[in-house]
């Protein structure tokens, strides 16, 4: 079971990024994926969720949109609107609670596998 998050850079303010997660080892249907980041000096902190099993979806920031490709069963972090203090390392996260509850969660215990993260920084 391995995540891999991609897609992070440098990017201005009020740009967009699009991060990217592909699991392998599972389908996206049947794991909730979750978006976490950490800033330095800062801790892990959610930023959205999606239940892969009912497709409920859950945001810390308005300005982000999780979005899936089920042919490719990679999940997508549409990020807009992007300002300084968005700059962290992503992490995306899997959980396998997904069949067994409604929604999904932004807490780190609820996820047994971690990908390598991606650094997204907001910078003029």
């Known amino acids: 079971v391995q995540l891999q998050a991609s897609g992070g850079g440098l990017v201005q303010p009020g740009g967009s990024l699009r991060l990217s997660c592909a699991p392998s080892g599972f389908t996206l249907g049947d794991i909730a994926i979750a978006w976490f980041r950490q800033a330095p000096g800062k801790g892990r902190e959610g930023v959205s969720c999606?239940?892969?099993?009912?497709n409920s979806t859950h945001y810390k920031e308005g300005r982000f949109t999780i979005s899936r490709d089920n042919a490719k069963n990679t999940l997508y972090l549409q990020m807009n609107s992007l300002k300084p203090e968005d700059t962290a390392v992503y992490y995306c996260?899997?959980?396998?609670?997904?069949?067994?509850?409604?929604?999904?969660?932004?807490?780190?215990?609820?996820?047994?596998?971690w990908g390598q993260g991606t650094q997204v920084t907001v910078s003029s």
């Open positions: 999606i239940n892969g099993n009912d």
């Open positions: 996260a899997a959980g396998s609670y997904a069949p067994l509850m409604t929604g999904c969660y932004l807490t780190p215990g609820w996820y047994e596998h």
